[in-house]
C-alpha cells in the first residue's frame, strides 16, 4: 500500500517555465517535508510543514514555495526554474517533529525533475 | 557545524560477508541516528536507530554501532546478501532552538555480489 505518493515521477520543464510537483499521503502525518537531492549528495531539506505551520530553510531560495492545502496533500512550486534546479525531489511525512527513534521519516518514491 | 559525513561512496562485499558503513559527525549535539535504506526508483526506508545513550541497537543482520568520543557510527550488516545492494544513508537528529532538525549524510552505495 502506498503511503507517501509523489507526482508525477518524471517531469520535464523548461527553462523559467513555473512547475508544480505534488505530494500525498495516507498516513495522517502532521509534518510534511521536501527535500531536494542532487547526484550523489545528501538529501537536502528546504521546507517542512508543522500541520499549516510552514517552516523554511534559511539557504532555500525563495523561487521555491509550497502549499499545504490539506492534512494529505502537499505541493512544492518552483516559480521559474533554472539549470541548477535538475534533482530528485523527495516528499517525506512524520508523525511528529520530535523525529525520534520510533518517529521516523516516510519517503516517497520521488519526482526527477529535468529542465531543459 | 552540523555535518553528517559518509566517506565512502561505495563499497562492494563478497555474498556472506560482513559489510560496514561508516558515518560520522561534527556537533556532538547531535541525539539520534537513523540508517536509510533506498533502492533505485524508490524512496528512502526506515532501516535502524540508535540513540545517543545506546553504543549498540542490533536488529536481525542488522547492527549499529555508536562511538560518541569519535564521533563515529558504523552500519554492520552480517551475513550480507545481494538483496541489500543498496545506497544506505546516515542521517543524525539535532535540536535547534525553534524545531528539530534532522541532517542527511551523502549515502554509501553497497552492492553485494553473488
Known amino acids: 500500500d502506498a503511503m507517501v505518493i509523489q507526482n508525477p515521477r518524471y517531469q520535464v520543464t523548461q527553462f523559467g517555465k513555473p512547475v508544480t510537483l505534488s505530494c500525498s499521503q495516507t498516513l495522517n502525518h502532521n509534518v510534511m517535508y521536501w527535500y531536494q537531492q542532487k547526484s550523489s549528495q545528501a538529501p537536502k531539506l528546504l521546507f517542512h510543514?508543522?500541520?499549516?505551520?510552514?517552516?523554511n530553510e534559511a539557504d532555500t531560495p525563495d523561487n521555491f514555495q509550497s502549499r499545504r492545502p490539506n492534512t494529505s496533500f502537499c505541493f512544492l512550486d518552483i516559480r521559474s526554474p533554472g539549470l541548477g534546479d535538475a534533482a530528485m525531489y523527495l516528499c517525506a511525512t512524520s508523525r511528529d517533529l520530535s523525529a525520534g527513534i520510533n518517529d521516523e521519516q516516510y519517503f516517497g518514491p520521488g519526482t526527477r525533475l529535468t529542465v531543459t | 557545524d552540523q555535518q553528517v559525513k559518509q566517506n565512502s561512496p561505495s563499497l562492494s562485499v563478497q555474498e556472506g560477508r560482513i559489510s560496514i558503513l561508516n558515518c560520522d559527525y561534527t556537533n556532538s549535539m547531535f541525539d539520534y541516528f537513523l540508517w536509510y535504506k533506498k533502492y533505485p526508483a524508490e524512496g528512502p526506508t526506515f532501516l535502524i536507530s540508535?540513540?545517543?545513550?545506546?553504543d549498540k541497537n542490533e536488529d536481525g543482520r542488522f547492527t549499529v554501532f555508536l562511538n560518541k568520543s569519535a564521533k563515529h557510527l558504523s552500519l554492520h550488516i552480517v551475513p550480507s546478501q545481494p538483496g541489500d545492494s543498496a545506497v544506505y544513508f546516515c542521517r543524525g537528529y539535532i535540536k535547534k532552538t525553534s524545531y528539530d532538525k534532522v541532517i542527511f549524510g551523502p549515502g554509501t552505495s553497497l552492492s553485494v555480489i553473488p
Open positions: 510543514y508543522y500541520d499549516k505551520d510552514f517552516n
Open positions: 540508535i540513540s545517543s545513550i545506546k
